[in-house]
């Protein structure tokens, strides 16, 4: 799915998630409380992970929207636009994070 995938950490990280020209391609955030795509300039895939990393909602989100789910799912992937549509991620999948070595 995606080998550059950083765990969004620190406040800057989470406020600004992929405008950070420093930040991958693919963020990894543990929050609550939605995600917003405002200034961005395409659109990115979300998924929403739930328990055991099996995912409970997946779309392709707008530039300037917001995006809400369920707030008692935690972990949040933003990834390329059409990594969903290329993956065919669906409900009920798991996803498996494997740590790169070097």
């Given amino acids: 799915m995606s080998s550059n995938l ?13 405008l950070k020209k ?12 939605g995600i917003q795509t405002f200034f961005l300039k395409e659109p990115i ?12 909602k997946a779309k392709t989100v707008k530039p300037n929207s917001l995006f809400f789910y369920n707030p008692t799912s935690i972990t949040v992937l933003e990834l390329p ?3 969903i549509k290329n993956t065919q991620t ?7 994070f494997l740590e790169s070595k070097g």
């Fill in 6 to 18: 950083k765990i969004a950490e620190s406040p800057v990280d989470k406020l600004f998630g992929l």
């Fill in 45 to 56: 895939d979300i998924i929403v992970l739930g328990n055991h990393n099996q995912v409970v």
């Fill in 81 to 83: 636009k059409d990594t």
């Fill in 90 to 96: 669906k409900i009920g999948d798991k996803i498996e």
């Fill in 22 to 33: 420093k930040n991958p391609r693919s963020l990894l955030f543990k929050t609550r409380f």
